[in-house]
């Protein structure tokens, strides 16, 4: 089993999930300021050309909620909670990170870090502020939700956690408005203590 990933967040989500689960994956490095991602063997993987990815055997995924879920599966795990409702929370707090929380982090991590970082042009201001405001919308949505909760389905730690949490280790670097969401620093802290979280991914 080979897990496909370059050094950020999208792909720290399943890289986490299998160092946490102690999964038996080959880590592969897609070096994307190479262009590895758009090599013909790599997008035999993943057509999209994107990380993460996963293959084992005839299985192929990409999108990381999906590995998640399939690495959770694969190792028994409660990671993906066995109670229908549950799934069905999970899915929805995994698809609400994809297009508000981890959505509006990204912009901000791409224009805040990435782009100064490797040359790639000025950071676009207008973007900035306007996913400054909405991550701050939804961060609230998150605070809120964590007032009377340890983590995202209440008691039980599960792959939306990962997903969630993914950008937070990049906080700083992303210049993400965190401050004052005690709730979202709390529930942070917590997963800084998991095996894994703060590391992911294979050394050199």
């Known amino acids: 089993m080979k897990l496909y990933y370059f ?3 999208n792909p720290h989500k399943p890289c986490a999930v299998a160092r946490y689960l102690n999964s038996p994956v080959e880590y592969v490095r897609i070096d994307l300021t190479q262009g590895e991602n758009k090599t013909p063997e790599y997008l035999a993987i993943n057509p999209n050309g994107k990380v993460p990815a996963l293959s084992d055997g005839d299985v192929k995924l990409w999108e ?3 590995i998640m879920v399939y690495l959770a599966v694969k190792a028994g795990s409660d990671l993906w909670p066995q109670a229908t409702a549950d799934q069905i929370d999970a899915i929805r707090w995994m698809n609400w990170d994809t297009a508000h929380f981890s959505r509006h982090a990204g912009t901000l991590m791409f224009n805040n870090y990435i782009k100064p970082t490797f040359g790639l042009g000025d950071p676009d201001a207008a973007a900035i502020e306007e996913s400054t405001t909405f991550f ?3 961060a ?3 605070d809120n939700h964590l007032q009377s909760r340890d983590y995202i389905l209440g008691n039980s730690l599960s792959v939306a956690d990962f997903a969630i949490g993914s950008f937070l280790p990049s906080a700083g670097k992303a210049k993400l408005p965190l401050d004052g969401f005690a709730q979202i ?3 942070h802290n917590s997963l800084m203590q998991l095996e894994g979280w703060q590391n992911p991914f294979p050394a050199g």
């Open 136 to 138: 701050k919308q939804f």
């Open 140 to 142: 609230g949505v998150l």
């Open 64 to 66: 990381s909620p999906a």
């Open 7 to 9: 050094e950020t967040p």
């Open 185 to 187: 620093e709390r529930w």
